[in-house]
C-alpha cells in the first residue's frame, strides 16, 4: 500500500539517505577494483568475500566495514521518512550482518590467495563459519526489507521492490547450495549489484520527494 513520506527537510535526514546512495557504490567499485587487480582472483570462481585475504585483504575488511556503517545510515534515514518500522530494522540487520563479515574473515578458497590450493577448503575455521553465518541472516533480512519498504512506496516501486529482493535471493541461494558454476558465482555478484542499486535507487527517491516537497 502507498503511502505519503514524511518531509525530510532536515539536513541529517538528508545525510542518512545520501549514505544509502553511496552504500553500492563503495562496495561494488572497491570489489571490482581488487578483483582485477589482486594475482589469483576470477570473478567466475571467486565472491568478494575471499579478498579480505592476504597481504591486502584489509581493503576489503574495510569496504565491509563502512559498507556496513553506511547501510545502517541508510536504515535511519529511511525510518525518517516512511511510517514502517520493520523495513529499516531488517536494512538495519543486513548492515550489522555486512560489519560481522568484515569482523569474521571468509576462508582462503580455490586459488586465492595465489598459492591456496584449488578447489574449497578442506575445513572450515571458526570465522569462517562466522562470516557465512551472519552473511545468511544479513542476506535474508535484505530480502525481507525490499518487500518491507516497498510495500509503503508506489505500485510501481513496490513491483521493483520485491523483484530486486527475489533476484538476490536467488543468486544467494545459487551459492548458499554450495554450487561452484562459473554461471552462479556470476549470477551472486550480479545479485549484490541488483541490491545495491535498490538501495541507491530507492534512497534517491526519498531523499528527491523530500527535497520537493
Same mark, same amino acid.
Request: charged share 10%; with cysteine.
Given at each position: ?17 545520501? /549514505? =544509502? ?9 572497491? =570489489? +571490482?577494483? !581488487? ?14 568475500? @575471499? ?5 591486502? =585483504? $584489509?581493503? !576489503?575488511?574495510?569496504?565491509?566495514? +563502512?559498507?556496513?556503517?553506511?547501510? *545502517? ?26 560489519? /560481522?563479515?568484515?569482523? $569474521?574473515?571468509?576462508?582462503? !578458497? ?21 562470516? $557465512? ?12 526489507? /525490499? $518487500?518491507? *519498504? ?32 562459473? @554461471? @552462479? ?6 545479485? @549484490?549489484? *541488483? ?19
Amino acid at each position: 500500500m502507498t503511502t505519503t513520506t514524511l518531509p525530510t527537510s532536515t539536513f541529517a535526514t538528508r545525510r542518512l539517505l545520501t /549514505c =544509502g546512495i553511496l552504500a553500492g557504490p563503495v562496495f561494488v567499485v572497491t =570489489g +571490482v577494483l !581488487q578483483g582485477l587487480t589482486r594475482a589469483g582472483f576470477d570473478f567466475t570462481r571467486h565472491p568478494a568475500s @575471499v579478498l579480505s585475504n592476504g597481504s591486502l =585483504g $584489509f581493503i !576489503q575488511i574495510a569496504n565491509f566495514l +563502512v559498507t556496513g556503517l553506511l547501510t *545502517i545510515a541508510a536504515a535511519a534515514g529511511i525510518r525518517r521518512v516512511l511510517p514502517g518500522r520493520w523495513g529499516p530494522r531488517l536494512l538495519t540487520v543486513y548492515g550489522v550482518g555486512l560489519l /560481522c563479515a568484515g569482523v $569474521f574473515r571468509a576462508d582462503p !578458497q580455490d586459488g586465492f590467495p595465489a598459492g591456496t590450493p584449488a578447489g574449497p577448503p578442506s575445513t572450515v575455521s571458526w570465522h569462517g563459519v562466522l562470516h $557465512f553465518a551472519a552473511g545468511g541472516v544479513g542476506f535474508l533480512a535484505l530480502v525481507a526489507a /525490499c $518487500f518491507a *519498504i516497498g510495500s509503503h512506496l508506489t505500485p510501481a516501486r513496490a513491483w521493483y521492490s520485491r523483484l530486486s529482493g527475489l533476484l538476490f535471493l536467488a543468486g544467494f541461494a545459487g551459492v548458499a547450495s554450495g554450487s561452484t558454476s562459473p @554461471v @552462479v558465482t556470476l549470477g551472486f555478484w550480479a545479485a @549484490v549489484v *541488483i541490491a545495491f542499486a535498490w538501495l541507491a535507487t530507492t534512497s534517491t527517491h526519498l531523499l528527491s520527494r523530500g527535497e520537493s516537497r
